[in-house]
């Protein structure tokens, strides 16, 4: 509705502007958890210490070797966590889409409890792919902080 007034602002007469909702699921989740990883990527930048840029002009890098050498490696390891957090948050609110009509696991799972009336059978299966996709996606991401975090002692726990 709004972005029909928007679009009929600047065409006159251009009628009813529909939104695929594939794409408008799309677009939602992008704006949202992009906002969320710009904060990420922006405190990380901000972790960097000073004094490592500093090493490294006083060495005569350029600014394209120093990002690539030095403050991308250090960015990634304090980005990395909270990017984690936020692609596991956005694999499991993929399923907030189906408002928009697009039919994903949990608006299946819901069709085919109403046809069977077997809701126990399709939401435990659903949980059960929602849990192995979040335990593959934290061993991978645990295994690229550990690939950046090489060579870092650790604090003990």
Do not use: C
Not at 22 to 32: E, P, R
Not at 68 to 85: D, H, Q, S, Y
Not at 114 to 123: A, G, K, L
């Amino acid at each position: 509705m709004a972005l029909t007034k928007v679009v009929n602002l600047f065409v006159a007469d251009f009628g009813f502007v529909e939104v695929p909702p594939l794409q408008a699921g799309v677009f939602a989740l992008s704006l949202v958890f992009g906002g969320y990883a710009a904060e990420v990527l922006r405190g990380a930048w901000q972790s960097v210490p000073s004094g490592v840029i500093e090493a490294g002009h006083s060495l005569g890098l350029g600014w394209f070797v120093m990002f690539a050498k030095i403050r991308l490696p250090l960015l990634m390891r304090f980005a990395l966590p909270g990017l984690g957090n936020n692609w596991i948050s956005l694999l499991k609110d993929t399923s907030l889409i189906s408002i928009v009509g697009l039919h994903e696991l949990m608006g299946l799972s819901q069709m085919a409890t109403s046809v069977t009336r077997q809701p126990f059978t399709f939401y435990m299966t659903a949980a059960l792919i929602y849990l192995a996709l979040t335990l593959a996606n934290t061993r991978l991401i645990a295994w690229f902080e550990g690939r950046l975090m090489r060579g870092e002692r650790r604090s003990p726990a």
